[in-house]
T-cell receptor, first 114, second 116 residues
C-alpha cells in the first residue's frame, strides 16, 4: 500500500515568517510530486509541482525534492493570513501502468497569525 | 474554460435511497478521477477513467458504488443503496496527462453528501 505522510499540524506561524511543510512517501519509483492548497469548504487547488531533485521556486513558494530520502517539502516565504489553509502533498504511483494515479497525504493545516 | 463542473453541490438523502453525482470534466482532458474526502480518511481515490474507459476502480468501497463515463464530457458516480457512512464530500477531477503523469489535477467544487 503506497503511503504519503504529512504532519497534520496545526502549524502556526506569524505573518511574514517562513512556513515549512514536510511530506514523505513510500513508493521509491514515484516520479511526480504536487502540492495542493485547500481552503476550508473548498476544493483542492494545485499550487506547485516538482519532478527533479532540488528546489523549484514560484513566487513566494519553493518546493524541494529529495528522491533518495523520499522527501518533499514546501516553503512559503513572507507568509500571509491568506495562506491559512490545509496543504496536501500528492505523489504519483511510479509504475508505468499507473503514472496517472495520484495518492494524497492527509494534509497539514497552516495558520498564519497576523 | 468553466472548469470541472459537479452537481449537485449538496445532497441530503435518506438511508437506502439511490444517489447520483454528476461531473463534467474540462474539455480536452482525457483523464477523470472520482475522490471522496472525509476528516477520518482524507482524500481517497475511488475510480479513474482514461478516454472514457475505467482504468482502476480498486478504491470503490463496495458494490453499492458504481461509476460510468458514457462520453468525454460526462461522468456519474452512483450509490445504491446509500448508507450514513457514505456521508462525505465527493470530488471529481480531470487532467490532461502524458504517460509520465506530469500534470496535476483540476478539481471540481465537490458534492457534499449527507445520508441520514
Amino acid at each position: 500500500q503506497k503511503e504519503v505522510e504529512q504532519n497534520s499540524g496545526p502549524l502556526s506561524v506569524p505573518e511574514g515568517a517562513i512556513a515549512s511543510l514536510n511530506c514523505t512517501y513510500s513508493d521509491r519509483v514515484s516520479q511526480s510530486f504536487f502540492w495542493y492548497r485547500q481552503y476550508s469548504g473548498k476544493s483542492p487547488e494545485l499550487i506547485m509541482s516538482i519532478y527533479s531533485n532540488g528546489d523549484k521556486e514560484d513566487g513566494r513558494f519553493t518546493a524541494q525534492l529529495n528522491k533518495a530520502s523520499q522527501y518533499v517539502s514546501l516553503l512559503i516565504r513572507d507568509s500571509q493570513p491568506s495562506d491559512s489553509a490545509t496543504y496536501l502533498c500528492a505523489v504519483n504511483e511510479g509504475r508505468e501502468t499507473s503514472y496517472d494515479k495520484v495518492i494524497f497525504g492527509p494534509g497539514t493545516s497552516l495558520s498564519v497569525i497576523p | 474554460d468553466a472548469g470541472v463542473i459537479q452537481s449537485p453541490r449538496h445532497e441530503v438523502t435518506e438511508m437506502g435511497q439511490e444517489v447520483t453525482l454528476r461531473c463534467k470534466p474540462i474539455s480536452g482532458h482525457d483523464y477523470l478521477f472520482w475522490y471522496r474526502q472525509t476528516m477520518m480518511r482524507g482524500l481517497e481515490l475511488l475510480i479513474y477513467f482514461n478516454n472514457n474507459v475505467p482504468i482502476d476502480d480498486s478504491g470503490m468501497p463496495e458494490d453499492r458504488f458504481s461509476a460510468k463515463m458514457p462520453n468525454a464530457s460526462f461522468s456519474t458516480l452512483k450509490i445504491q443503496p446509500s448508507e450514513p457512512r457514505d456521508s462525505a464530500v465527493y470530488f471529481c477531477a480531470s487532467s490532461q496527462t502524458l504517460r509520465t503523469g506530469r500534470y496535476g489535477y483540476t478539481f471540481g467544487s465537490g458534492t457534499r453528501l449527507t445520508v441520514v
